[in-house]
């Protein structure tokens, strides 16, 4: 998979919809009961940039991004502006805020994880693409500085393997790996200063 390892322009992307889609399959019997099937066992996010496109400086951004990418050919970074930290989007990142593993005293790497949830049936979605800088690391509760980070795949490398059963967290920033979703933009013009590109539609990679 291509991937140029570069952000949409944030200040355009803030003005976006979409969200998370999933797969789920109904069957509704002849009594009028369903059976209920999820064919996706990970959730997949969808976007549309166009509404964040505000001028025409804009969308010289947007063209321009999207011709070096060739359209749908090659990925890239998208910060989703609700949903970007390892915390809510208003709170400071913790390095307590996400468990990623526990120690046996042998393993040093460990994948960024989010959960989602409230304990019922906490969704646990794979973090590939944190934000460089922004790593914070605890073990047992205390925050350690001796880890490295391979920002393209989310894999966490501690300098020292933590003792057995050791609660291993991390906090983060992170940005989600998307593409074009078609190989066209409408532009329209409506006006001499300004203009719009109504569908600019943004899905993410699955990995």
Not at 121 to 128: A, C, G, K, M, V
Request: glycine share 12%; hydrophobic share 35%; proline share 5%.
């Amino acid at each position: 998979m291509s991937f140029d390892d570069v952000r949409f322009p944030p200040q355009i992307s803030r003005g976006s919809s979409g969200g998370p889609e999933r797969r789920t399959e109904i069957v509704v019997t002849g009594s009028g009961a369903e059976e209920r099937n999820s064919r996706w066992a990970d959730s997949r996010r969808r976007y549309n940039a166009g509404f964040g496109v505000k001028s025409l400086d804009d969308i010289n951004l947007v063209v321009a991004f999207f011709e070096e990418r060739r359209g749908r050919l090659h990925g890239f970074r998208w910060k989703d502006h609700i949903d970007f930290k390892s915390c809510a989007p208003g709170a400071t990142v913790s390095p307590l805020d996400q468990p990623i593993g526990t120690g046996d005293g042998a393993t040093t790497r460990f994948q960024l994880v989010k959960r989602y949830g409230s304990g019922l049936r906490d969704y646990l979605r794979t973090i590939t693409k944190p934000v460089a800088g922004s790593l914070r690391v605890a073990v047992g509760g205390q925050e350690v500085t001796g880890f490295g980070l391979d920002a393209l795949s989310g894999v966490v490398t501690l300098a020292a393997a933590p003792g057995a059963g050791a609660a291993v967290t991390a906090g983060f920033c992170f940005d989600v790996p998307v593409r074009f979703d078609s190989d066209e933009l409408r532009i329209n013009l409506t006006q001499f200063a300004g203009g719009d590109i109504p569908d600019i539609p943004i899905v993410e990679i699955r990995q």
